[in-house]
């Protein structure tokens, strides 16, 4: 059994350091030179929280009943869902924990799956099937993780309350229908405001009105992720980081799945939670997604406090096409992120970018500083909703992609939803597969084509009809 681990621990503001993990050229970190001269620096989440254990790569041949490759937040929650219910379970990791989109983040909480949201469910499903759907991915999915951190006692810098700021005044007919679309599933966490009583919430004259939702809110997402691992740990959890896998062998007494230097034969079931890249592992090639880039900053201590910006201390995201999304952190700095693109930026545009939007949200910031800039890697499905599957042919083999930038509170949600699908507790995994899916042929090649004509296309139709919201 492994060494338990302490508590991720906040720090009270930040350590400009190294980065455990090994970055890639597509997730990139940049610290302000001015604060640290780093080759491979941690990114504002890694530095605000205290040192924390890393673990071994597997070096040896073992088994057990389940194998979950990927410890972001799906991994490691379907992880520890499994490790609660007696199930002897590995969780594997090619980088570290919380390394890729899970730790990477806006840390925002918004109800919803991926990109649909409570009109889509009433599009798609029965009245009660859409209900129920919504449950899961709202009230039930933020109380799983309220839940999470009394049980485990974490401090995860969770924070209520959300905003959907409406960047034209069309977008709050929008706004309205989804409100009442959550209503009518039996949700009645929102309501609208117009321009002055947002101004409440928001210093900003960006905004003509938007949506106040009391059942979202923000969080420290790479803290909720170590904090689950360290839950499955004090569950008799084993943990390999450092440990790719290169092929998943289903024979008739198990599932092999392969890396470098060792093999785990899963007696039972095998979990893939590593977003954008398991295509790679799936014995159904069929490729539903495409990846693209996304970025995120935190500034330097404003000069004025983040009361005088954002007074009621939600977060928010816009409605423009690429949305600007923004929260307060600590030491009163101000997270802010937005923009999807099919190639990667560089930490030089993307720093300008960012800084632009942030002067021209709060033009009453005359000195901004940003300490942290950086990118991130996720991916879309054409319908808008996460691919969930269950397949293979004696033992179930489990995956689910295609989150679309969105979904932190969801993402925990379904972990959990495998690990009762597995031992026969609950079905709600099976409603997830029942959302159907196309294929996107060549997709994850021409993305850096794809997305531009894509986003070309959209901002036609916003020039054309204004008051239509589609957000990306």
């Known amino acids: 059994m492994q060494k338990l681990v302490n508590k991720p621990n906040l720090l009270e503001d930040v350590e400009f350091k190294v980065s455990i993990n090994q970055l890639s050229g597509k997730d990139w970190n940049w610290v302000n030179p001015n604060k640290a001269q780093i080759e491979s620096p941690a990114n ?52 570290r924990i919380g390394s890729a989109a899970s730790g990477r983040n806006g840390g925002q909480l918004t109800p919803g799956l991926a990109r649909w949201e409570a009109e889509e469910m009433i599009e798609h499903f029965s009245y009660e099937d859409a209900k129920r759907l919504w449950n899961f991915t709202s009230v039930e999915a933020m109380q799983l993780i309220d839940n999470i951190a009394a049980k485990y006692q974490l401090n995860l810098q969770r924070k209520r309350g959300h905003i959907t700021a409406a960047v034209h005044e069309g977008h709050l007919v929008a706004l309205t229908q989804g409100s009442d679309a959550r209503k009518y599933l039996g949700e009645n966490h929102t309501h609208v405001v117009g321009k002055h009583e947002l101004f409440d919430h928001v210093k900003s004259e960006s905004y003509f009105g938007g949506l106040i939702d009391r059942l979202g809110g923000h969080i420290h997402p790479l803290a909720l992720n170590r904090g689950i691992a360290y839950g499955f740990l004090q569950n008799g959890g084993t943990i390999y980081e450092r440990t790719e896998v290169t092929e998943i062998e289903e024979r008739d007494d198990g599932i092999y799945v392969h890396t470098a230097n060792g093999t785990i034969k899963a007696r039972k079931s095998v979990v893939i939670g590593v977003h954008h890249a398991s295509f790679k592992l799936l014995p159904q090639h069929n490729q539903t997604t495409i990846p693209f880039y996304t970025y995120v900053s935190t500034t330097a201590p404003l000069e004025i406090d983040l009361s005088e910006l954002l007074p009621s201390d939600h977060p928010v995201y816009d409605t423009q096409f690429q949305i600007d999304y923004y929260r307060g952190v600590s030491k009163n700095r101000l997270l802010f992120g937005g923009q999807g693109t099919g190639s990667c930026w560089s930490p030089e545009k993307t720093y300008q970018y960012l800084l632009g939007r942030i002067n021209s949200v709060f033009p009453q910031l005359k000195q901004v500083e940003l300490d942290f800039v950086w990118s991130g890697t996720t991916d879309l499905t054409v319908n808008g909703a996460t691919d969930s599957r269950k397949f293979g042919n004696k033992f179930p083999i489990y995956a689910v992609h295609g989150w679309s930038g969105h979904g932190v509170a969801q993402t925990v949600r379904i972990g959990k939803a495998i ?11 099976e409603m997830l597969t029942q959302i159907q899916h196309k294929d996107i042929t060549f997709g994850r090649a021409l993305a850096p084509l794809v997305i531009p004509m894509a986003k070309g296309a959209y901002g036609l139709g916003a020039i054309m009809n204004p008051g239509k919201m589609v957000s990306f």
Do not use: M, P, R
């Open 44 to 95: 504002y989440y890694e530095s605000s929280l205290a040192e924390w254990q890393t673990f071994d790569a597997l070096n040896s041949d073992t088994e057990c009943d389940v194998v979950v490759i990927g410890a972001g937040l799906l991994g490691s929650s379907t992880a520890l869902h499994l490790a609660e219910q007696g199930v002897e379970t590995i969780l594997l990791d090619k980088d």
């Open 419 to 429: 690990a009762d699908d597995f031992v026969g507790h609950a079905k709600d995994f």
